[in-house]
């Protein structure tokens, strides 16, 4: 920018005029950014861990249907949306937290397990 923002000696930095206007523009700025990153901390979804008898294959005995509605019972702020789709989906694209796919067919930048 060319302009001196900070003056600064081996034991103190303090703003300069030009740094203190620029300071009292980028303020309200500053307080918006904190509030909004506070209001989706506090809505964000709580991460939880998921007991692995509710995503295990399907066996005899083993009704899937019944560990769904455990599933949902155990965590009730967990939304469940399955999409069953024939085409390559870009899970980040089309904001999916996770997939199944069938075969070998993987992009290079996810991750298979």
């Known amino acids: 920018m060319g302009v001196r923002l900070l003056a600064r000696t081996t034991r103190n930095v303090v703003a300069t ?3 203190e206007r620029l300071m009292e523009t980028l303020r309200p700025a ?3 950014t904190r509030s909004r990153i506070e209001e989706l901390e506090r809505n964000a979804p709580k991460t939880r ?3 692995p008898r509710h995503i295990q294959p399907a066996s005899r005995g083993n009704d899937p249907h019944a560990r769904r509605q455990r599933l949902m019972a155990d965590y009730p702020e967990v939304k469940i949306e399955i ?3 024939q085409r390559f989906v870009d ?3 089309e ?6 796919r069938l075969g070998e067919s993987v992009e290079k930048d996810m991750i298979a397990v």
């Open 49 to 51: 861990r998921v007991d």
């Open 91 to 93: 899970l980040v694209a």
């Open 17 to 19: 005029e030009a740094g």
């Open 83 to 85: 999409s069953i789709d």
């Open 95 to 100: 904001r999916y937290d996770a997939g199944v």
């Open 30 to 32: 500053f307080n918006v």
